[in-house]
């Protein structure tokens, strides 16, 4: 074992987020906009964000796994497609397979068809 290792298990990683962070959103942490490779910290809510004795909020986020997120996108999205968070957001649950100002968050789990309304998509998490 590496005297250095600081979690054995880091599936699910406790951190500093925005205080309005809820159970299931998306968060990216750092990281640059429009890109397709994992410059930030992707994770789910596992937790809503709570007031720390420090006064940060912290939720814990997950790292590993496929979680469904809505989009409005108008457009088909086909299984492996990049999508990012919505709007520029850095948290939440809305997704978009638009690159430009949004946080990449992973890649489609599975696909949608083009059509109007909020539509439910899984996408697997990139990290």
Do not use: C, W
């Not at 005297?3 to 406790?14: F, P, T």
């Not at 809510?45 to 989009?71: C, I, M, P, W």
Request: charged share 10%.
């Amino acid at each position: 074992m590496a005297m250095n290792e600081v979690y054995a298990e880091a599936e699910s990683l406790s951190y500093a987020v925005n205080s309005a962070v809820v159970s299931g959103n998306f968060v990216v942490l750092g990281g640059i906009s429009a890109s397709t490779s994992p410059t930030g910290i992707v994770g789910v809510a596992e937790t809503s964000a709570k007031l720390g004795a420090d006064g940060n909020y912290y939720a814990t986020l997950r790292h590993q796994g496929v979680f469904t997120g809505t989009t409005t996108d108008t457009s088909a999205i086909a299984v492996g497609a990049p999508l990012y968070l919505a709007s520029g957001a850095t948290y939440g649950s809305a997704l978009t397979n638009t690159a430009t100002s949004n946080k990449f968050v992973g890649y489609a789990y599975t696909a949608k068809g083009s059509t109007t309304g909020t539509q439910t998509i899984a996408v697997r998490i990139n990290n």
